[in-house]
């Protein structure tokens, strides 16, 4: 019985294999009747000599390039800004601005452990997608990244615990004394865009508008006076915060990007674009469930699962 299955199954995924060439070259007609001169050009040549097979050139790469690029490179901008803030904690040159680094470090402390925990991933999970098939198997080493990044999320403090920590302790030390310093910082990028570009303006505009969400969803969650009921969506919090956070990392790489000229610049302003396009309107959803109070996941019963 074993050895019939066995047999099944490697014959079924032969013939899948025999189909790759018929959707590769299928493919490779359809790019050429309807893709771009640049597309023709990228995917359908290699397609036609044998180094690309069946479907990996027509699962939106650039989108999912652009995906990683701006996880990756927000990821790393966000943590090398939290070093500069150690430093500065005891460097900078007056009391105040030491004592501002301390606070915003207290208070993006977990969102520099998780987000580059949860998304790097994603971008991980999303190089396995863009190879097809040969991401899933081990031709390539994307699927031992995505392995191995998988332990982030766990090891450097679980997803779970850093909204707590950011919901119930850092936005709320000090009288929010942290909070202010960030929305103070975000405040300060808005208005150096506000002097540029009509894109960069738009961008300014739209963390602005979620900036301000942040603000008014925390002091509602804590207006109940039931710290269990603020705390029972602290993941939604930390996630919606991380948007907004990254979007400011990206507006400031854009600033710092603006009237310069080449590839690096023009890559920057590009994963920027796609930021404010696709990730940060993600935000909103996440502060509509927080705003509403919602307290459906405290009142599970075990015996549902
Ligand atoms: C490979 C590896 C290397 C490690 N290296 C180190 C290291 O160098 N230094 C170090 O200090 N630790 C290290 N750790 C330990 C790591 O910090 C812990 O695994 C982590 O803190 C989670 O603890 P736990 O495994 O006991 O999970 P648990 O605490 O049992 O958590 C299980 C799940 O429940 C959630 N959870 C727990 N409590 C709550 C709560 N109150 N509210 C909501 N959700 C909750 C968690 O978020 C998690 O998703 C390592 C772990 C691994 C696997």
């Known amino acids: 019985m074993i050895s019939r299955a066995a047999f099944a199954c490697l014959q079924a995924a032969n013939v899948s294999t025999f189909a790759y060439a018929g959707l590769t070259i299928a493919n490779a007609h359809l790019l050429a009747r309807y893709g771009t001169p640049q597309q023709i050009d990228r995917w359908v040549r290699p397609m036609l000599e044998g180094r690309y097979f069946g479907t990996m050139c027509l699962s939106e790469p650039e989108r999912m390039l652009m995906a990683q690029k701006s996880y990756a490179e927000g990821g790393l901008a966000l943590g090398l800004y939290a070093a500069r803030l150690l430093d500065e904690v005891t460097t900078a040159e007056d009391e105040t601005e030491r004592e501002n680094s ?7 402390t977990p969102v520099v452990k998780s987000r580059p925990s949860q998304w790097c991933l994603e971008a991980n999970s999303l190089a396995i997608q863009v190879h097809g098939g040969y991401g899933y198997t081990r031709d390539f080493n994307v699927e031992q990244l995505y392995r191995d990044n998988r332990l982030n999320a766990i090891h450097e403090g679980t997803h779970t615990i850093h909204g707590l920590d950011l919901l119930g302790r850092k936005v709320t030390m000090d009288s929010g004394a942290g909070l202010r310093v960030l929305l ?3 405040t300060a990028a808005i208005t150096r865009a506000g002097r ?4 960069l303006r738009a961008w300014g505009s739209a963390l602005r508008d979620s900036a301000g969400r942040v603000a008014a969803v925390t002091d509602r969650l804590w207006s109940t006076g039931e710290p269990e009921a603020a705390l029972a969506n602290s993941t939604a919090y930390l996630e919606g915060v991380g948007h907004v956070v990254l979007a400011w990392i990206w507006l400031e790489q854009a600033l ?23 990730e940060l309107p993600k935000n909103a959803a996440q502060f509509d469930l927080l705003a509403s109070l919602d307290r459906s996941m405290l009142k599970l019963s075990e015996s549902w699962f």
């Open 102 to 108: 301390r606070l915003l470090l207290e208070v993006l």
């Open 196 to 199: 540029c570009s009509e894109e």
């Open 184 to 186: 103070n910082a975000i």
């Open 256 to 278: 710092a990007a603006e009237g310069k000229t080449g590839d690096f610049y023009d890559g920057k302003r590009a994963a920027a674009r796609y930021f404010f396009s696709y």
